[in-house]
């Protein structure tokens, strides 16, 4: 399984971005998919999932109203729409794939594949 990251660059505060994740592999749509953040001098942050028909997501509180998670198991392919956008949501964003090993979704540790990151800078 591979998954590859993409559509971080740099924007202003109050602009929007949209990432993808393109999963390889013929049992994405079985998964949950989870995406975090990870910003210089931080720990990684969990940002929210989406379950494998996308009728379940789920956001951290410092996202919700202005982040959506979709997907489309026709693309393998799920995307995380960042509207509003603010400096501190300047960080290098994951996708990664849940495996659950009794963990929760806001815990790293629950997620198995992990695409290599995409930085999101927002200037003030």
């Known amino acids: 399984v591979q998954l590859q990251a993409s559509g971080g660059g740099l924007v202003q505060a109050g602009g929007s971005l949209r990432l993808s994740c393109a999963a390889s592999g013929r049992t994405f749509s079985s998964y949950v998919m989870g995406w975090f953040r990870q910003a210089p001098g931080k720990e990684r942050e969990f940002v929210g999932t989406?379950?494998?028909?996308?009728?379940?997501?789920y956001y951290a509180d410092s996202v919700k109203g202005r982040f959506t998670i979709s997907r489309d198991n026709t693309k393998n392919t799920v995307y995380l729409q960042m509207n509003s956008l603010k400096p501190e949501d300047t960080a290098v964003y994951y996708c990664?794939?849940?495996?659950?090993?009794?963990?929760?979704?806001?815990?790293?540790?629950?997620?198995?594949?992990w695409g290599q990151g995409t930085q999101v800078t927002v200037s003030s």
């Open positions: 990664a794939r849940y495996k659950n090993y009794g963990l929760g979704y806001e815990q790293g540790g629950a997620y198995d594949y």
């Open positions: 989406i379950n494998w028909s996308g009728k379940s997501i």
